[in-house]
């Protein structure tokens, strides 16, 4: 089957991607400038303990080896053992993503949703105020630092309006804020590209001949417009996800959500490196398999991808 | 003959980051009903956004300024966006297009895309409609249709993708088809096939066209009367028989010759001194002066306007 | 014949001089554009005059006079050393204007160098360095280059570094891209079947031709790269007090919110204010180089 060719093709070149992403995320620890365990035992580490911490990492073994194992591990499901909570990292992660999960999708779900009507309506009317308008807005929105609007916002509506709680989930009304957060950041980076591949789309000469057989405009614009954006929109999504991921990373911690982006700040603060590439690395693979996904679903939508086994 | 559509002084602008284009300045045709109706003239030359003005698809920077289209006695031009679209569009009239490549949806098969004209001009229930595509496919002389419907347009080669075309308009059932350039894509070999379908549809259906190209041989092959066209005017409409026999024009008579000569196609006129005028900023006067052999002062101050000097010819000429 | 050709060189550098001034013409129209490049150069003049627009030293700190709301004597009040707040945050543009252009010709450099790599040759040095782009890719910039900070310390270059290190992949993509285009291209073909060398050909032809290119990159990464510095220092692991920088003013702001809201509030402005400019001038860059991604 052409289709299972093609699927094959997409899953062979992600393996070099995710060998990629393991090495990346296991080399960090070696950038640093003196021995990780000194850093990680403070100045005033025995030798003893210094060599016992060595050993107990595997440190003293030549690098190779000490990726190897490391990669056996992982794959295994052990991530090592946090220096700072004494505990595994797999666990402390498992506690703790689900929060981050939920952020994620649900500041995503918002962007895509919110981006993509503004981004069409835009492109519909082109030129007019509203265009401007949602230029302008997705302007706005970018040049802010996703740190300082989640202040502002736990600001007005938490501690002057009080309409949401200040700190915690605590339930839907806790969610939205942090949700609104990213929502509103990341939908920038949807609406003007929906903007721009919808005007793209709308110049082509299938629309126009499904005009001159007397399509409605709805109709058209629902059916062969929308259904042709969403190859692109959908390599939007995937190029996004990172950041959307950063972002709520970054909001958590305003909002002290006790998640996997406050477990990842407060261990590279506290230089607890196994938990920190725990964190690295769910976070990649995840974009990974996004990505992936995203790749299969081009194939769903656009048949001459099937065909081809590429992009056009 | 019955007038099917009638187009009176159309006046339409662009507006360009360049400036304004005046890209039709009062045309003139009439289409009678169940004739194939040819549009000629150079690239730019405004006859395709005629054809798509018909049907109310000009782009967003394009100005009607004046004119009226008349369709059955009603003037198209004013009609709402919402009255053309469910009124006209596929079920009086409709138009297939230049790039048969990008014409039809790559994301739906045949038999979706033609299903949804049967669909939307013809009272037939649902388990007809397949037959009904194959019917139209097969009228287009596509081999295989019965494989062919379920195919992506990306699966077929340029000729057919024109023949689905013109299969997926005429499932709309029409009484006015407009074809703009629809061979100019296509190979020499692929444009005989085509013409030779359109040709027994024609016989087949009484069907009315109004065919646009650069091309005068596919047009004497095709057409029963003619439409001559240079920078935005209409210069000369006469039947068949006259172009060959009795044209007045002096643009037109250059095409002649030029056809009985070695070249058929008007981008390859070089028998034309010059070139064909940018219509940001047109020659004042007949359009044709600066390339005209037989111009006299007044050719450059005053536009010719477009006289009959007898059934179904006009000539707009200040010489004749 | 040669006279011809003179003519026909003439002419096509006439059109591309107005094609250049064709594109300021683009610019210059954008209104948003020249507001983004008003915005710009006022954050570089306060950056160089920033001594001689206040009486007060940055490093100061009064304990006696902690976070006052703004008045006569401190337009935007005092922080929680005492310090006055304008002060900071004017200094404040000296770090974010350094360490963004750091930043982004750090990466540039990187992007660049390796998009060219990769373009030109093709093949299996392509395949590796597209491979790697791939890689990083998969990691949120922010979040890689915070554990890189976190690792290497705290400090002005090593944020610099981490943000470089992790960032490069655009100018890497869109200059490898550019160049499969100029590579395919008349003149590229031309060269080299008159003998000239390959370095000679990066460095006359394809160089010149991506270099535009780099240019409005390097606007577009700008504000990418004042974000994430910020973003960093909020964490915790970028630049940080007692230099004055916008992030770490916000960061420490957030604990006194309630009693001094002004100290978060006004370093978050500064910092969209700069970033909105880069914005406004990458934005109409764009058009003006491309008008067709706008129009039509």
Known sequence: ?312 | ?320 | MSEDLQKEIASLKQKKTGQMYLTWLRFKRNRLSVVGLSFVLLVIFIAIFAPLLTPYEPYDTNPFRRLESPSREHLLGTDELGRDLLTRLLYGSRIALQVGILIVLFEGFIGISFGLLAGYFGGWIDEIIMRLVDVLRSFPVIILAMAIAGIMGQGLFNVVLAIGLVGWTTYARMVRGKILSIKESDYVEAAFATGESTVSVILRYILPNVLPTAIIMVCIMMPTALIASATLSFLGVGVQPPLPCWGSIAAAGRDYITRAPWISTTAGIFIMFTVLGFNFIGDGLRDAFDPTSKRN
């Not at chain 1, 070099?16 to 620890?29: A, D, M, Q, R, S």
């Not at chain 1, 300082?148 to 915690?168: K, S």
């Not at chain 1, 692109?232 to 996004?240: D, F, G, K, Q, V």
């Not at chain 2, 690239?43 to 967003?60: E, H, M, R, W």
């Open chain 1, 1 to 312: 089957m052409k289709k299972g060719r093609y699927v094959l093709k997409r899953l062979v070149r992600t393996i070099p991607i995710v060998i990629g992403v393991t090495l990346v995320t296991f080399l960090i620890l070696h950038l640093t400038p003196g021995d990780p365990v000194r850093i990680m035992l403070g100045p005033y580490a025995t030798p003893e303990n210094i060599a016992i911490l060595r050993a107990q990492y595997g440190l003293d073994q030549p690098l190779p080896v000490q990726y190897l194992t490391w990669l056996g591990n992982i794959a295994r499901g052990d991530f090592g053992t946090s220096i700072r909570y004494n505990r595994p990292v797999t666990e402390l992660i498992s506690d703790r993503i689900g929060i981050t999960v939920l952020l994620t999708l649900s500041g995503l779900f918002i962007s895509v949703t919110l981006g993509s009507i503004l981004g069409i309506l835009a492109a519909l009317k082109q030129n007019s105020w509203l265009d401007y308008l949602c230029t302008f807005q997705a302007m706005f929105w970018i040049s802010i630092p996703g740190f300082w609007l989640a202040i502002i916002f736990l600001y007005i509506f938490g501690l002057q309006l009080r309409w949401v709680p200040i700190a915690g989930l605590t339930g839907f009304v806790s969610l939205i804020l942090p949700a609104l957060t990213i929502g509103l950041q990341e939908e920038a980076w949807f609406a003007r590209p929906m903007r721009a591949e919808m005007l793209g789309v709308l110049n082509e000469g299938y629309i126009k001949a499904a005009r001159a057989k007397g399509v409605r405009y709805f109709q058209v614009v629902v059916k062969h417009a929308l259904r042709n954006v969403m190859v692109p929109m959908i390599t939007m999504l995937a190029l996004r996800l990172p950041w959307v991921i950063a972002g709520s990373v970054v909001v958590e911690v305003v909002f002290a959500w006790g998640g996997m982006g406050s477990l990842l700040v407060n261990s590279v603060l506290a230089r607890d490196y196994p938990v920190v590439q725990g964190v690295l690395l769910i976070i990649a693979l995840s974009v990974v398999a996004a990505n992936l996904f995203a790749d299969l679903v081009y194939s769903l939508v656009d048949p001459r991808i099937r065909v081809e086994g590429g992009k056009k």
């Open chain 2, 1 to 320: 003959m019955e007038e099917l559509l009638k187009i009176e002084q159309l006046q339409v602008a662009f507006s360009t980051e360049e400036g304004p284009v005046e890209a039709l300045d009062g045309v003139e045709l009439t289409i009678l009903q169940g004739t194939f109706h040819g549009l000629i003239g150079e690239t730019g030359c405004g006859k395709s956004v005629t054809g798509q003005a018909i049907l109310g698809l000009l782009d967003n920077n394009a100005l009607i300024k004046g004119g009226r289209i008349l369709y059955r006695d009603q003037d198209l031009l004013r009609l709402s966006p919402r009255k053309i679209e469910r009124t006209i569009r596929g079920k009086e009239i409709a138009m297939i297009f230049q790039d048969p490549g990008s014409s039809l949806n790559p994301l739906f098969t045949i038999k979706n895309q033609i299903e949804e004209a049967i669909r939307l001009h013809r009272k037939a229930p649902a388990e007809k409609r397949e037959e009904m595509v194959l019917q139209a496919l097969k009228q287009v002389k596509l081999p295989d249709a019965e494989n062919l419907m379920y195919r992506y347009p990306h699966q077929l080669s340029g000729g057919m993708k024109q023949r689905v075309m013109i299969a997926m308009m005429l499932a709309c059932n029409p009484k006015l088809l407009i074809a703009d350039e629809p061979t100019t894509a296509l190979d020499v070999s692929i444009q005989a096939q085509f013409i030779k379908v359109l040709k027994e549809l024609k016989e087949k259906l009484s069907l009315t066209v109004l065919y646009i190209t650069h091309d005068l041989a596919v047009i004497s092959e095709l057409c029963d009367y003619v439409s001559v066209m240079y920078a935005g005017r209409i210069a000369e409409n006469l039947s068949m028989r006259d172009l060959f026999k009795d044209p007045r024009h002096p643009y037109t008579i250059k095409l002649v010759n030029s056809v009985l000569g070695a070249t058929t196609t008007l981008d390859q006129l070089e028998e034309i001194p010059g070139s064909v005028p940018r219509l940001i900023n047109p020659p004042g006067g007949c359009r044709f002066h600066p390339r005209c052999e037989e111009a006299i002062p007044v050719c450059s101050q005053e536009a010719p306007p477009l006289r009959e000097i007898k059934a179904n010819h006009s000539v707009a000429c200040h010489r004749r």
